[in-house]
């Protein structure tokens, strides 16, 4: 990767985490910094409006009190920045490359603006915590490069120190009022260093987790070789259907003509390259028309629908025929064709009269072996209506 790309230490890289994770974790931390912003933001200004009002009722009442008039620069330019900020934090709220870019600009000022308004409290003989203040709590809330972090906090620390020196204080003045803001400055550089590398491997941590699970969850409930439904995923969707659907339920049957001749022939990692290529036809052919497939067992494959009519069904099952056909997978030693060819058994069932679901797969595999009984590469079909006998036909391929 790029090294300016790099946006942790080094010591944050692993060549087993993906740059788009990286990248991602640094969004969520723009995200995340949105608020903590906002709050201090909005505080600041609150408080800086306050001490303006103040400062200039004591310029009328109070006659002979000593007045800084730098200060009244320090409350009015914090406020013109504290409200430029949040416009546009708010502007970049959905853009979190500029968003972070903001708060990165947002933490230094606030930092060079705190270290000025400190060092004019001690160069006036007042006791001041602003920049050690902000300082702690910028570092526990923001979550940003840590580097550069870092150096916001070495500048603002510099800009401090630099105002006590040209002061020229006295040297037990100078030394105190420096020496504590620097002992609090590493100790938020180092809060800031191990604080975000913990932050950082806990969300790794977390979404390594979280591929896992989806891993897992998408392996329980899809067939590990072709990436379709397995049986279990199937049979559920079957009874979802089953509950939901208006008219009728459609059970559609799939055998692979003579597969185990084919993995003979061929060798079983053709015989899962087929596979693969016959369940991708046939998840397709079911999103077209709304339904789903699922791997019943071996070569047989289930594909379910609700409420199609028999002329929809049947039209249905030719298109799919035809897709097989295009497919053009040779098998030489097959019977006729010289291709990979497929048998169906269909299942229309009505669902008046609470259906069985065990019925309907058993109607869907007796009309499968039934089109196989009759020469394969073809389907029959059945259907039931109401508490009525199943009716049948069958249809062969050319």
Not at 166 to 186: C, G, Q
């Amino acid at each position: 990767m790029n090294k300016k790309m790099i946006l942790l230490p080094q010591w944050f890289q692993t060549e087993k985490i993906p740059s788009d994770m990286r990248r991602a974790y640094m969004d969520k931390c723009a995200f995340d910094n949105e608020i903590p912003a906002l709050v201090i933001l909005t505080m600041i200004l609150a408080m800086e409006s306050m001490m303006v009002i103040i400062y200039c009722l004591n310029l009328f009442f109070v006659k002979k009190g000593r007045f800084f008039p730098q200060y009244i620069y320090l409350y009015v330019s914090m406020m013109i920045f504290s409200l430029c900020f949040i416009i546009l934090i708010k502007i970049f709220e959905n853009v979190p490359d500029n968003l972070m870019m903001v708060e990165i600009t947002m933490l230094l000022t606030v930092g060079v603006w705190s270290a000025i308004f400190s060092a004019c409290d001690v160069i006036n003989g007042f006791s001041s915590y602003l920049f050690i203040q902000l300082l702690i709590i910028n570092s526990l809330l923001f979550k940003v490069n840590p580097i550069k972090h870092c150096l916001i906090n070495a500048v603002s620390f510099l800009v401090y120190t630099a105002l006590i020196l040209w002061a020229r204080l006295t040297v037990t003045i100078t030394f105190a009022e420096v020496v504590n803001p620097f002992f609090m400055l590493v100790t938020a550089e180092v809060m800031i260093i191990f604080r975000s590398r913990t932050k950082y491997q806990d969300y790794i941590n977390q979404k390594l987790i979280d591929e896992q699970h989806k891993k897992l969850e998408f392996y329980a409930n899809n067939d590990f070789l072709t990436k379709i439904s397995n049986r279990k995923s199937i049979i559920e969707y079957m009874d979802d259907i089953m509950e939901k659907c208006d008219h009728s339920i459609i059970c559609m049957m799939i055998d692979i003509d003579r597969f185990k001749l084919y993995n003979d022939t061929y060798g079983h990692i053709m015989g899962d390259k087929c596979l693969i290529k016959m369940s991708a036809a046939f998840d397709r052919f079911a999103g077209r028309h709304g339904g789903r497939v699922g791997r019943y067992g071996g070569e047989e494959f289930l594909i379910l629908f609700a409420d199609m009519d028999e002329e929809a069904v049947t039209a249905a099952a030719n298109e799919l025929i035809e897709m097989i056909r295009e497919l053009n997978i040779e098998f030489s030693t097959a019977e006729g064709c010289g291709r990979v060819t497929i048998s169906s058994g269909i299942h229309i069932q009505d669902k008046i009269g609470n259906p069985d679901k065990d019925a309907i797969l058993t109607a869907a595999d007796n009309a499968l072996y039934k089109a196989k009984n009759q020469g394969r590469n073809r389907m029959a079909a059945s259907w039931q209506k109401g508490g009525g006998n199943a009716a049948g036909r069958g249809g062969e391929t050319e």
